[in-house]
Structure formats: structure tokens, C-alpha cells
């Protein structure tokens, strides 16, 4: 079956630009999970939900990344004024959490490399 | 989460078993390891996890210390394709986050 997809693939955009991340887990997914990783750095986790809410954003750098998940499924990373620090490949991952909230295996996307310039 | 230590980088012969060690020795009782590996341009992968018993599936063994304080990611015949950056991770069933570290690199030769 189809596994996690995000788009674009690449983005490239200029310092202070807004951009937004698409992620379509997978189908029956309830937990879908938000990472990102910098070059030569193991993924850094930035949020988690649990259906539509966020049950864990302690991972956000601040106040300019945010996420939604409106539908439960389909969720958007969205980056405010971005800056050259914010250069990295976002990677999204879903799992079944059947276990009532509790970790399960997660299935990765091959993200999307976002430079800004 | 506890933390995780990995050797940095690891080669290994193809056809030969790799033996990748992760001392993970502030793991609490309730704290999974997991495993998961990333090759090169792609999203990491699960490979197995597990609580005290060792494991099996059919990608790699899991082998886990009696203390709790270190395992044994075991690849038995490993490929060319085997080489990629494996993660050693632990943390609770009770939340949703992977806390990677910095992996071990592995290198499978010809």
C-alpha cells in the first residue's frame, strides 16, 4: 500500500518568506509525527498528534513553526518569516497507535529539503 | 528518554554478520529500545524493537542484556544495501517521540 508522502520534495525560498509542508500519512494512521533534520544530525522531533490535536509540540523551536491537522489525517507544517537557520530536510511519520496513545511503530516519509537563502 | 551511545562509524564485509552495540545504561524499567536506520537520501526505517526479551524478525536479532543496559542490533548476512546510519533509541511506550542520536554509520564492503 501507498506509504507516507510529503510535498514538495524541495523547497527553496528567500529569508522572511512563509512556507508550508504537506504530509499524507498513512491511510488509518491516528498518531502522525513531525521531525527535522540537519545535515550530518540524527532527525530532531518538533510535534506529534495524536487525531486532530497536538498532543506533544515541546519539540517546536519557537513561535514561527506551527502545525495542523484539521481532518485528522493531512497535516501542514507551516514556517513564519523564515531564516537560514531553518535550512533542513522536515520529515513526517505516522503510526497506527493502537495502543491508545502510546508509541508505535513509526513509518517515515523521505521528507522535504527546505533551503532558505 | 535515556540516552543512547553508539560507536560513530562501523564497516563490515558483505555476507558477513554486522554487530552493532548500543549502551543505553539510564534506561528505566518501563523504556523500550527500538532501532530504526536511514539510508542515504531517505526517511529512517523501523527495524525491531524490544523491552527485555530478544528479538527476532525478519530484517535483524535484537539482542538485550540481561541488566537492560546495552544491546545488540544483529544483521546476519549483511549487503551493499545494509549500508546506512542505524539509530539506537529508547524511550517510553507512553510517548510519542523518537529522540535520535547520532547513529552508528555503517559501511558494508565487497
Known amino acids: 500500500g501507498a506509504g507516507v508522502s510529503q510535498t514538495p520534495s524541495n523547497k527553496v525560498t528567500e529569508k522572511g518568506k512563509y512556507v508550508e509542508l504537506r504530509c499524507d500519512p498513512i491511510?488509518?494512521?491516528?498518531?502522525l509525527y513531525w521531525y527535522r533534520q540537519s545535515l550530518g544530525q540524527g532527525p530532531e522531533f518538533l510535534i506529534y498528534?495524536?487525531?486532530?490535536?497536538?498532543?506533544?509540540d515541546s519539540g517546536l523551536p519557537n513561535d514561527r513553526f506551527f502545525a495542523v491537522r484539521p481532518e485528522g489525517s493531512v497535516s501542514t507544517l507551516k514556517i513564519q518569516r523564515t531564516e537560514r537557520g531553518d535550512s533542513a530536510v522536515y520529515l513526517c511519520?505516522?503510526?497506527?497507535?493502537?495502543?491508545?496513545?502510546?508509541?508505535?511503530?513509526?513509518?517515515f516519509g523521505p521528507g522535504t529539503r527546505l533551503t532558505v537563502l | 528518554d535515556a540516552k543512547t551511545t553508539q560507536p560513530t562509524s562501523m564497516d563490515c564485509a558483505e555476507g558477513r554478520a554486522a554487530n552493532l552495540p548500543c549502551n543505553h545504561s539510564?534506561?528505566?524499567?518501563?523504556?523500550?529500545v527500538y532501532w530504526y536506520r536511514q539510508i542515504h537520501s531517505q526517511g529512517p526505517q523501523y527495524i525491531i524493537h524490544?523491552?527485555?526479551n530478544n528479538e527476532t524478525n525478519e530484517m535483524a536479532s535484537l539482542i538485550i542484556t540481561e541488566d537492560r543496559k546495552s544491546s545488540t542490533l544483529i544483521l546476519p548476512h549483511a549487503t551493499l544495501r545494509d549500508t546506512a546510519v542505524y539509530y539506537c533509541?529508547?524511550?517510553?511506550?507512553?510517548?510519542?517521540?523518537?529522540?535520535f542520536g547520532q547513529g552508528t554509520t555503517l559501511q558494508v564492503k565487497p
Open positions: 524490544g523491552l527485555k
Open positions: 511519520a505516522s503510526s497506527f497507535a493502537a495502543r491508545g496513545g502510546g508509541r508505535d511503530t513509526q513509518y
Open positions: 491511510s488509518g494512521h491516528t498518531a
Open positions: 533509541i529508547v524511550g517510553s511506550s507512553n510517548t510519542g517521540k523518537l529522540i
Open positions: 498528534f495524536q487525531g486532530t490535536g497536538a498532543a506533544d
Open positions: 539510564t534506561i528505566s524499567g518501563n523504556e523500550y
